[in-house]
Every structure is written in C-alpha cells, then in structure tokens.
C-alpha cells in the first residue's frame, strides 16, 4: 500500500524567501505525481503535474522535480509572498489509477 | 466553464436516514473519485471510476457506494450514515490514458455532519 509523507508538516518563512517542500512515498511504481494547493475551508487547485517520465516541471515561481527510483518529489516555490500561503499537498498516481495523498504542508508566508 | 459542481455543499443529517451527495462534471472526463479529507488524516479515496459502469474501490469504501451510468455524473450513497462518516467530501474527475490519469479537477466540497 502507498504511503505518502510530507516534510515538514508546517513551515513559516517571512516574504521573499525560496523554500523547498518535500514529499516522499514509499511505492516507486507510479505513473505521475500532481501537487495541489488548498485554502482553508476550500478545496483542492492544482498546481503541477509530474508524468513519471519527467524529472521536472516548472510554472511560474513553482518548480516540481520528481526522482520516482528514490520515491522522492519536491516543491521549490520562488520569491514566496503572502499569496503563497495555503496548505500543499502531494499525490501520486499508481497502477489501476489509484492516487494517495500525502497530509501536507501548512505554509504561511509573514509579510 | 470547465468545472465539477457538487451538491449539496452543507448537509446535516440523521443516523441511519440514506443520502446522496451528487457530482457532476462538464469536461468529458472518463476518470472520477470520491475522497474523504479528515483532519490528521489527509484525504483517502473511498470509490474511482476508470469509466461508465466501471468502478473499484479505493482505500475507505466501507459505508459507501457508487454508481457510474453516465459519464458526467457520479453519485456518492451513504445507505445507512453513521457519525463516523462526518467529514468533507471531494469528488475530482481526470482525462484517462489507459492505466494513467492527467490533472485531477477538484469539486469544491461537501461538508456533511452525521449525528
């Protein structure tokens, strides 16, 4: 069964920082991996697709990489601002299209 | 507009009284889903659908079911609710590649209170 981590759990950077978001799940046989954003009380947008072929995908200030050998994706979000701040989250897309979440990362952004 | 549009948005309800939470989409997608999202717990699948008539179960389908008649829509049942089943509810769809998915599309919620 697919089990998905997020690190860290909640992070709080002031505006202007890049920061790094990481996820890591434990069946490298996926197909793709899509993070999301989602606002309090709302619900999921997302933000970048990652086929397992790729290594990487850009959008914006977002950067998504995905390692799929070491069960490994990471968020880079540039020059953060206040905007930013939502809950992230990952999901990869294994065999027969069943798709884990991981718990996600809260961040706030301080002006 | 592109869009998955569930209803009811709020829903509080009974023990034992049978409810349907309705999803629909406008993008032709094969792929639908159902997830649950639980504080501490992240969201998990309860029910997909790869297509009209085919479902399968996800990783919570227990007190659940589904049905896929048309493409657009995939209706969630809960035949006997119980209080363990308050949460919020998300229905996404996705264009399908045989065993691959695109982008997920997200509905905006359902927060349904079972007392």
């Known amino acids: 069964k697919q089990e998905v981590t997020q690190i860290p759990a909640a992070l709080s950077v002031p505006e202007g920082e890049n920061l790094v978001l990481n996820c890591s799940f434990t069946?490298?046989?996926?197909?793709?991996l899509q993070w999301f954003r989602q606002d309090p009380g709302k619900g999921l947008t997302s933000l970048l697709l990652i086929q397992s072929s790729q290594r990487e995908q850009t959008s914006g200030r977002l950067n998504a990489s995905l390692d799929k050998s070491s069960g490994r994706s990471t968020l880079y979000i540039a020059a953060s601002q206040p905007g930013d701040s939502a809950t992230y989250l990952c999901?990869?897309?294994?065999?027969?299209?069943?798709?884990?979440f991981g718990t996600g990362t809260k961040l706030q952004v301080i002006p | 507009e592109a869009q998955v549009t569930q209803n009811p948005r709020y829903l509080i309800t009974v023990t034992g009284k049978k409810l349907t939470v309705t999803c629909s989409q406008n993008?032709?997608?094969?792929?639908m889903s159902w997830y649950r999202q639980d504080p501490g717990l992240g969201l998990r699948q309860i029910y997909y659908s790869m297509n009209v008539e085919v479902t399968d179960k996800g990783d919570v389908p227990e007190g659940y079911k589904v049905s896929r008649k048309e493409k657009r829509n995939f209706p969630l049942i809960l035949e006997s609710p119980s209080p363990n089943q308050t949460s919020l509810y998300f229905c996404?769809?996705?264009?399908?590649?045989?065993?691959?998915?695109?982008?997920?599309?997200f509905g905006p919620g359902t927060r349904l209170t079972v007392l």
């Open positions: 999901a990869p897309s294994g065999g027969y299209q069943k798709v884990t």
């Open positions: 996404a769809s996705s264009l399908s590649q045989g065993y691959s998915l695109n982008e997920q599309f």
């Open positions: 069946d490298s046989a996926i197909y793709n």
């Open positions: 993008m032709n997608h094969e792929y």
